[in-house]
């Protein structure tokens, strides 16, 4: 199949006269293929902490193009295209191995939600038909267990969840907010009152139903922000109120079906500041009249969501882009990756394949922000995903922009897995990785502990020891995904080229919500492998 699959063109655009584009050779960036054939298009992607990936797509899908075990078939008398289906619509991917298990899922879980509980635990939730109200756990374990999935029969969501967005709360407990037809939110583990009424979904919907798959970010203050459509505010989800309304964001709509990406930058110093970024989209309508030749929305808002004032502060991003992926890496800057140029997310909506890599530097003046980086040659479209890897690269997996899977057209089911690595990981910055050799398996906030490593040349400068997330992939946006900047001291020198730095663990849940996050040392920008620590 890969064989017959075509090149796509570098997306370069009228764009290049305002950000000059590099020749291809000269790119950061690497790409690699991991995988030719995973057998299924993740829709929804997410790492676990024993370093392997739960791929999981839509059980109605039809065939796949992985079997499930034998005698592991799924039965569904009321499913459409099979009744007996022994195809696998799940899998758990070891990146180190290049090894593929088949996984069993029962219930749908198109367009469904996820989050990590705090020992780590997956909770997937809602989704279609079957999987509407629908509750689900993977409990991971490394990739010689037998870990699966896991339907709960006892518990269930209060209100039917399509297009949810779910995050974890300081005290450990999962928020699912929205979904379409749903304008409330809802705790699990399950409280009392149920689903609870959120009036500003309501506010932002419209024709096109744009405040799907909410943009959802734990803010250090304990409040939550959210965006949906063209809208923003501060939402206190104990008193369950809305405590401040941010300035609309100018430029169409940025939330499903027109979706663009966003991202909290890294938390940092005093965690009393959060910076949120919300990048791309579609133009209102391209989705209602099935355009797709739409362009894309090519800026970019940046606020000081705690701020006083908050304001938005405009970009342009070098390409326009739908459908693409931000992810935060190990030193703060965050990748855009994935989607398109032009039209819209839905079935068969999008077209000219953005295949150009983006890094936006937070800490560089305006104007200075974004780098080009290589392309590939894989479109990643509509039910694509993107995941930071404890390596340090970037995980690509899915694009499928059909209702079944299909090999016979321009953009075909994407069953290949790719990694692509920044520059970071370049030969000639080895010599600046460091090796995490000590650290705890565990810390409890705000207490000291020390993370001792290695690096080949004498360290010049402060080592940073970061703790990222382990997000839930889905539908350009990384639910749960945020990365928090550790207090630390100088490395100071041992014996054997060790360094041994001092670190102070994030203060509280409302910085860190407990959980497992993986832990990087990171070296004049350059990261570490990662290992996981549990804070709680």
Not at 54 to 82: E, M, Q, W, Y
Not at 242 to 255: D, S, T
Request: hydrophobic letters at 40%.
């Amino acid at each position: 199949m890969e064989d017959t699959i075509p090149l796509f063109l570098t997306c370069f655009i009228t764009l290049f006269t305002i950000f000059p584009t590099p020749t291809r050779a000269t790119l950061p960036g690497t790409w690699e293929l991991l995988i030719p054939n995973a057998g299924i298009a993740s829709m929804h992607t997410a790492v676990t902490r024993f370093n392997n990936v739960i791929l999981l797509d839509r059980t109605n899908t039809g065939p796949s193009r992985k079997l499930l075990p034998k005698n592991h078939c799924r039965f569904d008398r009321n499913d459409a295209v099979l009744k007996k289906d022994c195809y696998a619509h799940s899998i758990l991917f070891d990146p180190k191995k290049n090894q593929l298990r088949p996984l069993k899922i029962l219930t749908d879980t198109w367009c469904s939600s996820g989050a990590f509980l705090p020992n780590g635990t997956l909770l997937q939730t809602g989704g279609d038909i079957d999987g509407f109200k629908k509750i689900r756990k993977f409990d991971p374990c490394n990739s010689n267990g037998s870990c699966d999935w896991e339907e709960l029969n006892d518990v269930e969501l209060s209100e039917g969840r399509w297009y949810a967005t779910n995050q974890i709360l300081p005290d450990g407990s999962i928020i699912i907010i929205g979904g379409r037809g749903s304008n409330s939110v809802e705790f699990y583990p399950k409280r009392k009152n149920g689903a609870v009424s959120f009036p500003f979904l309501s506010e932002t919907e419209d024709t096109q139903m744009d405040n799907l798959y909410p943009y959802v970010h734990l803010l250090p203050n304990g409040k939550l922000f959210v965006f949906a459509n063209t809208k923003s505010v501060m939402y206190d989800f104990v008193e369950n109120r809305v405590v401040k309304v941010y300035p609309e964001l100018i430029g169409g709509p940025r939330n499903y079906p027109s979706a663009g990406s966003s991202v909290m930058l890294a938390l940092e110093g005093e965690f009393s500041e959060a910076v949120v970024v919300v990048c791309g989209g579609a133009q209102y309508g391209a989705f209602l009249e099935r355009n797709v030749d739409t362009p894309a929305h090519g800026s970019c808002g940046r606020i000081m969501a705690t701020g006083s004032d908050p304001v938005w502060e405009m970009e342009d991003m070098p390409f326009q882009r739908i459908m693409g992926d931000m992810v935060i890496l190990p030193n703060g800057d965050v990748l855009i990756i994935n989607g398109a140029m032009k039209g819209t997310q839905g079935f068969e909506l999008g077209s000219d394949p953005c295949l150009n890599p983006v890094l936006y530097r937070p800490d560089e003046p305006a104007g200075l922000r974004f780098m080009v980086l290589n392309p590939g040659t894989v479109p990643r479209l509509y039910h694509s995903t993107a995941n930071l890897l404890p390596d340090g690269r970037v995980l690509l997996a899915g694009s499928n922009p059909h209702v079944f899977y299909r090999f016979d057209v321009e953009f075909p089911t994407e069953l290949r897995i790719e990694a692509f690595s920044p520059e970071y990981l370049d030969p000639d910055k080895m010599n600046i990785r460091p090796e995490i050799l000590e650290v705890p398996e565990q810390v409890s906030y705000g207490v000291g502990f020390d993370v001792v490593v290695i690096v080949e040349l004498p360290v010049v400068g402060i080592i940073e020891v970061n703790l990222g997330s382990a997000p839930f992939a889905t539908h350009s946006f990384s639910q749960g995904q945020r990365l928090v900047k550790l207090g630390v001291g100088s490395a100071v020198p041992e014996n054997g080229g060790r360094w041994r730095i001092r670190c102070t663990a994030p203060p509280s849940g409302m910085v860190a919500p407990p959980g497992f996050y993986m832990v990087f040392a990171v070296n004049q920008g350059v990261p570490s492998v990662a290992r996981w620590i549990h804070v709680s």
